[in-house]
């Protein structure tokens, strides 16, 4: 092939590329708007049927979509529908699954794709959190259709993808490496005759210089999501057969516990569960208690950030440069809290137990680094195309390269919006009576709940937005 053939041919197939891009992200873009007016309003069954729409429906001759899926099954949990909802994140399962294990070919054309257009183009990438939570929500469906053995299962996956977060985190760091080693190799042995070499290490820096929040985010240490593990005790404490069964438990609640050390419900839950392994309680003789476990609000958004390269980063002949990245949008809570009564007799009220909006900065933060490089490649490919354009066509070749990086630098803003921004827990002795009044500060019309006749309750409540009515489902334990 002609050597000054190919930019122009490469300039075709990203013009291809970057005509694609646009008609596969703005219909997605309003889908999604639509989405979380629903959502955002309460109208959590409203919302589950277009998300389902939007993912291709429960169709078994065809592949759902990731993402849609996701915020389907989420909505299908507050709205009860918990078998449905296990279905539609059985499917999203599935999916990630094999987005692990997807073929070489697939990954090469994605990275391809990624460089030449943007990363709209590929599937969306599941995060790790994503995984967990999947597994999270399976088993709070399974405490409400009182499936105990699956319930079991999938705290039990939940659990064994936080273990191997790490793992995959690690995997990572090496890609990172890996491109950046490649990346140089290739401007180190470029032979584009007259061409500047452009700064990749200031091209970094004014990209960090964007992102100052960084620093101040405080973590979650080793991936773990306190309301996953809190779950996971709870469920092992109250459901639990053996003493391993109450080992599991501890062990959670233990982790929780170091994240949240003055939260009441988690120390007296930690306990409990102390007392009953040393054999000095027996849980048939505890008292009757509820523990209210509250969806709080809804985890962050992803908007883009446009970052403007100097042109002398790039090259000086050059008509367009920046780059895009994806950066977290927090949003507010429903409720500061909420109390609880027993007639006009106050019983305690919910207090923080995770922040949804740490567990994704967690994980935003570790990956931040390969997003940084991936941009900057792509930026920086992009900038070799229109100093080739400008060689072969001048001023209009130039300009026509420009207008291609300007329509195709876009970020990725997909994300699992569906999440709340935190969950509170309270635990309290169950009302003689078994009436539960739940009120908080800006709540327009208390909940009144009738608790079931059992030693052990839960009430899972949900609410997205200030304003809304909250929604919720009870599941009960009997020992």
């Known amino acids: 092939m002609n050597s000054r053939t190919f930019p122009s041919r490469l300039l075709v197939l990203a013009g291809c590329f970057a005509l694609a891009s646009g008609c596969q992200t703005l219909a997605p873009t309003q889908k999604a708007a639509d989405f979380n007016e629903l959502y955002v309003s309460g109208a959590y069954q409203a919302a589950a049927d277009a998300a389902l729409s939007n993912a291709g429906g429960l169709s078994t001759t065809q592949k759902p979509e990731l993402l849609w899926s996701l915020q389907a099954g989420t909505a299908l949990t507050a709205s009860g529908q918990f078998a449905l909802s296990n279905q539609v994140f059985d499917a999203a399962e599935n999916l990630a699954k094999e987005e692990d294990t997807e073929h070489l070919a697939r990954k090469g054309f994605e990275k391809l794709t990624s460089t030449l257009v943007n990363n709209n183009l590929n599937r969306y990438s599941p995060a790790v959190y994503d995984g967990v939570m999947i597994n999270t929500y399976k088993a709070l469906n399974n405490i409400f259709l009182s499936d105990a053995q699956n319930a079991r299962i999938e705290f039990n996956r939940a659990a064994d993808r936080q273990r191997r977060a790490e793992e995959h985190f690690r995997s990572k760091i090496e890609e990172l490496k890996q491109k950046q080693a490649k990346a140089k190799d290739e401007q180190a042995s470029s032979t584009t005759a007259g061409m500047p070499q452009p700064d990749r290490d200031q091209a970094e820096k004014t990209v960090y210089d964007a992102y100052p929040e960084l620093a101040d985010w405080q973590v979650y240490p080793d991936f773990v999501n306190p309301y996953t593990d809190y779950l996971h005790g709870l469920y092992f404490m109250l459901g639990g057969t053996d003493k391993d069964d109450l080992g599991k438990a501890r062990d959670s609640l233990r982790r929780v516990a170091g994240m949240n050390p003055t939260n009441p419900a988690i120390k007296t839950d930690l306990k409990v569960v102390d007392n009953l392994i040393r054999g000095k309680w027996r849980k048939q003789k505890l008292n009757p208690a509820v523990w209210v476990i509250f969806e709080n609000g809804l985890g962050p958004q992803v908007e883009e950030l446009l970052i403007p390269i100097p042109?002398?980063?790039?090259?000086?002949?050059?008509?367009?440069?920046?780059?895009?990245?994806?950066?977290?949008?927090?949003?507010?809570?429903?409720?500061?809290?909420?109390?609880?009564?027993?007639?006009?007799?106050?019983?305690?009220?919910?207090?923080?137990?995770?922040?949804?909006?740490?567990?994704?900065?967690?994980?935003?933060?570790?990956?931040?680094?390969?997003?940084?490089?991936?941009?900057?490649?792509?930026?920086?490919?992009?900038?070799?195309?229109?100093?080739?354009?400008?060689?072969?066509?001048?001023?209009?070749?130039?300009?026509?390269?420009?207008?291609?990086?300007?329509?195709?630098?876009?970020?990725?803003?997909?994300?699992?919006?569906?999440?709340?921004?935190?969950?509170?827990?309270?635990?309290?002795?169950?009302?003689?009576?078994?009436?539960?009044?739940?009120?908080?500060?800006?709540?327009?019309?208390?909940?009144?709940?009738?608790?079931?006749?059992?030693?052990?309750?839960?009430?899972?409540?949900?609410?997205?937005?200030?304003?809304?009515?909250?929604?919720?489902?009870?599941?009960?334990?009997?020992?």
Do not use: M
């Not at 927090?330 to 006009?344: C, I, P, T, V």
């Not at 949804?356 to 920086?380: C, H, W």
């Not at 999440?419 to 827990?425: D, N, R």
């Open 311 to 479: 042109l002398f980063v790039v090259n000086n002949k050059v008509e367009y440069s920046q780059l895009a990245l994806p950066k977290l949008k927090l949003r507010e809570q429903a409720y500061d809290h909420l109390e609880l009564f027993s007639g006009k007799r106050s019983l305690g009220k919910t207090e923080q137990l995770a922040s949804l909006d740490r567990v994704v900065q967690t994980e935003f933060k570790r990956e931040f680094p390969l997003k940084v490089t991936e941009a900057v490649i792509s930026t920086l490919t992009k900038g070799v195309i229109q100093y080739q354009a400008r060689k072969e066509g001048g001023l209009a070749g130039a300009l026509a390269a420009g207008i291609y990086q300007a329509v195709t630098t876009r970020a990725d803003t997909r994300i699992w919006s569906a999440l709340p921004k935190e969950v509170q827990v309270a635990r309290v002795r169950r009302p003689d009576d078994r009436k539960l009044t739940i009120n908080g500060p800006g709540l327009l019309t208390p909940l009144q709940i009738e608790l079931p006749d059992a030693q052990f309750s839960i009430v899972y409540v949900k609410a997205a937005a200030p304003g809304t009515q909250p929604v919720y489902q009870i599941a009960s334990y009997k020992p």
